[in-house]
């Protein structure tokens, strides 16, 4: 088995910047003192604007948000869009720091499996950590199950398929 000091965990969350996310950054903050390097990438906002910083020997790096999504397939693709183009720039930024062992993904999206396929053909594991039901709060949120909530139903197969 290696040694924790030697691996390195990259934690992708999406629906709230960290710190504040308390769920992540417990998780995060527990990895640390399990002496692993952890890194987490989030989005900014509420108060947490820096696009990089250290908190308790947690790499911290966050992107613009992505405006939300109200209402539709359009908004959706264009939060989510935004959401993918910033994990991915993020993850090479971190990948050049240190490369790491493990990409935990926490939804929503249940789209994080797409940035786990491409750094699994390095070798990266892909930890899924599933907090919310994505097709169920969109039919909760809209009031209707059409095509965007079996879209989500496939995102959603796809991630629990992904991951390690």
Not at 6 to 21: A, G, Q, T, W
Not at 45 to 57: K, L, M, N, S
Not at 143 to 163: D, H, N, P, S
Request: glycine fraction near 6%; charged fraction near 25%; aromatic fraction near 12%.
């Amino acid at each position: 088995m290696t040694d924790t000091a030697d691996r390195h965990i990259l934690i992708v969350v999406e629906n709230l910047p960290v710190p504040l996310d308390r769920r992540v950054w417990l998780e995060a903050t527990t990895l640390r003192q399990a002496g692993y390097d952890v890194s987490v990438i989030c989005p900014m906002g509420r108060g947490w604007t820096a696009p990089y910083e250290v908190i308790d020997g947690v790499h911290i790096y966050r992107h613009t948000e992505p405006p939300e999504a109200h209402a539709g397939a359009v908004a959706y693709a264009r939060e989510y869009g935004h959401a993918i183009r910033q994990w991915f720039r993020l993850a090479r930024v971190v990948w050049k720091r240190r490369p790491f062992d493990v990409i935990q993904g926490c939804n929503p999206p249940d789209l994080i499996f797409l940035l786990a396929l491409w750094y699994r053909l390095r070798g990266v594991a892909y930890m899924f950590d599933h907090h919310d039901v994505c097709p169920e709060l969109f039919e909760a949120k809209f009031g209707r199950k059409g095509l965007l909530y079996r879209v989500m139903l496939i995102w959603e197969r796809m991630t629990f398929a992904t991951a390690s």
